[in-house]
Structure formats: C-alpha cells, structure tokens
C-alpha cells in the first residue's frame, strides 16, 4: 500500500521557519516528479512547490518564491519543503503529492497542519 506521510508542521511566528517532511512507502518515487499544495480554511487547495524526478528542476507558485525551497532525498523516498519569512498568509493544510498521471498527482499524503502567528 503506497503511503505519503507529511510532518513537521506546527505552530510558529511570522518570520520564522518550518521544514516539512514527507515520508513515501509503498513503492519508490524515484523516477516520478512530486510536489506540495497547501489548503487554508474555506479557500481551495493551491499549488505551492514542484520537484522533478531527479530533483534538477524546481517549480514555485508567485507567492512563495525566493522563501520556500523544495528537495527531495531519493535514497529515502522523502520529499522537503523548508519555509523560510513564514507569513500568517501561509497558514494552511500542506499536502504532499507524488506521481504525475495524464496531469494529476496520484497519490495524496493526508497533510499537516502549518500556523503563523502575526
């Protein structure tokens, strides 16, 4: 069964920094591109950072570039996302997303939540 488990979300102040984690089993997503998106309260998911396979091409949307960084670790099936100059703005469910099919990530991690305090 393939599992995406996200951690290291939590509580922190505007300005300060988190470093998300993401966790694969169930099989190798060394060959596939993979990704965050993030959801706040009553606003759809939205994309947020973009990793390709071998990690030589990273994709951000507009309002995280230059704060949040991707990389992944293909010898342990893990994804990060370090959020650097949090703003209250990026307070939100993160996901991590893996494997792109005719478009769409397939496998979905279940989130964790990330809040910034002003």
């Known amino acids: 069964q393939v599992q995406l488990v996200e951690s290291g979300g939590g509580l922190v102040q505007a300005g300060g920094s988190l470093r998300l984690s993401c966790a694969a089993s169930?099989?190798?997503?060394?060959?596939?591109?993979m990704g965050w998106f993030r959801q706040a309260p009553g606003k759809e998911r939205e994309f947020v950072a973009a990793i390709s396979w071998r990690g030589e091409s990273t994709y951000f949307a507009d309002s995280v570039k230059g704060r949040f960084t991707i990389s992944r670790d293909n010898a342990k099936n893990t994804v990060y996302l370090q959020m650097n100059s949090l703003k209250p703005e990026d307070t939100a469910v993160y996901y991590c997303a893996a494997a792109v099919i005719y478009g769409k990530y397939k496998y979905w991690g279940q989130g964790t939540q990330v809040t910034v305090s002003s």
């Open positions: 169930g099989r190798s997503f060394s060959s596939d591109a």
